[in-house]
């Protein structure tokens, strides 16, 4: 097994290999051009060998940084909407305690127009120390920028000139509103790579900042991401589990299979799930193509989505991620009255009853014609986090070029904010439509 690996045992009697064997040469081909830089959207592939070249000074003034937050703050809230702030909360829910057992809390505003949110937010925040961390290419984004103008307003009043040295700023190098903000009003900053687009920028400052004050080991998180640029650098497909995936991916597509649901037995992977959907479904769902991406987290919604499942529409196949490794041990106990009738799982770990538990539903939903992916990940740590968060960049930019689309743009989200602008008046956008 690699670090990361695809096992398609459950998908074997949906795919034959003769059947991925035909597309290794559009692979192969494709690999070229991510590799050389030359198919569409090229100008944003700084992700591709990001990790491995990642420049020393800057991972210490990170790490510098988060250290001075944490000295003096117990909350950081990070201000950001898509890409801004789903990679640093998928991870940070991966590699952190479920019940508050951080010394430092990171939180997350500007994701979204609740009014109820923010002033909840406010509430919480009362008679804490707190830092902001606002994380915008512009600037100017209505979500962030409504949460910044208001958190920024409470930190003033509360700190008064201090709140400068307490508020971060991660955006353009020298360009928009924020770079603007930052420099007049002496914030430190961090800067967002102009050619890594929000949703590959996770292992760049915008995610490791905020991991850095949760207490994530940043290091290890890109010394993961680094080792699997390596392993995943060779064009075959059957030595590629990233392009193995992405071809499974689409041939299931072709089949009409349109709808991937992601699927984890652990509650830890909520953060990851919604990151994965930003990623693949902001890269492929372009000139009416795509597939799809939905997640459950079971065994929870087996029972409450367990049974589209299971006799649903036919439009559909899952992906399930597996941590292999028993690492807690948490043992179920003998009772000597049974009487709930689990003695039979008496000296089993809470491991493996849910590895069974998920080889049950696998068994399951392929005897009712859903094909099932496996992705094997030895265990929940920062390494192999790292590992995973570059095997779906990989896998997803591989997977939008065989779809025929550009991975790294994304042309339809601009609509809904025209018309919000109408909308809500903003000057220039009158009678737009």
């Known amino acids: 097994m690699g670090t990361v690996s695809l096992n398609n045992k459950y998908a074997a009697q949906f795919i034959e290999q003769d059947e991925v064997a035909a597309v290794q040469d559009f692979i192969a081909a494709t690999h070229q051009k991510i590799h050389g830089k030359t198919g569409a959207g090229a100008e944003y592939l700084g992700w591709l060998e990001w990790a491995s070249n990642f420049d020393q000074n800057e991972m210490a003034r990170i790490e510098e940084t988060a250290q001075k937050l944490r000295t003096k703050s117990d909350?950081?809230?990070?201000?950001?909407?898509?890409?801004?702030?789903?990679?640093?909360?998928?991870?940070?829910?991966?590699?952190?305690?479920?019940?508050?057992?951080?010394?430092?809390?990171?939180?997350?505003?500007?994701?979204?127009?609740?009014?109820?949110?923010?002033?909840?937010?406010?509430?919480?925040?009362?008679?804490?120390?707190?830092?902001?961390?606002?994380?915008?290419?512009?600037g100017t984004t209505t979500e962030p920028a409504i949460a910044f103008r208001v958190l920024r307003a409470w930190m003033q009043e509360k700190y008064g000139e201090e709140a400068a040295d307490r508020i971060i700023a991660t955006t353009d190098k020298t360009e928009g509103a924020l770079r603007k903000s930052?420099?007049?009003?002496?914030?430190?900053?961090?800067?967002?790579?102009?050619?890594?687009?929000?949703?590959?920028?996770?292992?760049?400052?915008?995610?490791?900042?905020?991991?850095?004050?949760?207490?994530?080991?940043?290091?290890?998180?890109?010394?993961?991401?680094?080792?699997?640029?390596?392993?995943?650098?060779?064009?075959?497909?059957f030595e590629n589990d990233a392009y193995l995936y992405a071809a499974y991916r689409q041939i299931l597509n072709a089949r009409g299979h349109s709808i991937?649901?992601?699927?984890?037995?652990?509650?830890?992977?909520?953060?990851?799930?919604?990151?994965?959907?930003?990623?693949?479904?902001?890269?492929?769902?372009?000139?009416?193509?795509?597939?799809f991406p939905a997640s459950v987290i079971y065994s929870t919604d087996l029972h409450s989505l367990g049974q589209y499942l299971q006799n649903g529409r036919r439009t559909l196949f899952e992906t399930m991620i597996s941590f292999t490794a028993d690492e807690h041990e948490s043992k179920i106990p003998f009772d000597?009255?049974?009487?709930?009738?689990?003695?039979?799982?008496?000296?089993?770990?809470?491991?493996?009853?849910?590895?069974?538990?998920?080889?049950a539903t696998a068994l399951a939903h392929v005897e009712g014609g859903v094909p099932v992916l496996t992705l094997e990940v030895e265990r929940m740590d920062a390494f192999h986090t790292g590992y995973l968060l570059y095997f779906f960049m990989k896998a997803c930019a591989m997977s939008a070029y065989l779809s025929g689309v550009n991975p790294f743009d994304q042309p339809g989200v601009e609509l809904y904010k025209q018309n919000m602008f109408e909308l809500l008046g903003k000057p220039g956008y009158e009678n737009k439509n």
Request: charged residues 20%.
């Open 75 to 138: 909350v950081l809230i990070v201000i950001g909407i898509g890409g801004s702030y789903l990679g640093a909360k998928a991870a940070q829910d991966l590699l952190q305690p479920s019940f508050g057992l951080n010394e430092m809390d990171v939180i997350y505003a500007g994701q979204n127009l609740s009014g109820r949110y923010l002033q909840e937010l406010l509430a919480y925040i009362e008679g804490k120390e707190v830092a902001l961390n606002v994380i915008s290419k512009s």
């Open 182 to 237: 930052a420099e007049k009003s002496g914030y430190t900053s961090f800067e967002i790579p102009s050619d890594i687009g929000g949703r590959y920028s996770v292992l760049t400052a915008v995610g490791l900042l905020p991991l850095a004050v949760a207490g994530v080991d940043i290091r290890k998180l890109v010394e993961g991401a680094a080792h699997a640029e390596k392993e995943l650098a060779v064009p075959n497909v």
């Open 260 to 291: 991937e649901v992601m699927a984890s037995f652990e509650p830890a992977m909520a953060g990851l799930n919604e990151w994965w959907k930003q990623l693949f479904g902001e890269s492929e769902g372009k000139q009416g193509k795509g597939i």
């Open 336 to 359: 000597e009255e049974d009487g709930d009738g689990l003695n039979y799982l008496a000296d089993k770990t809470m491991h493996e009853v849910n590895q069974q538990a998920m080889n």
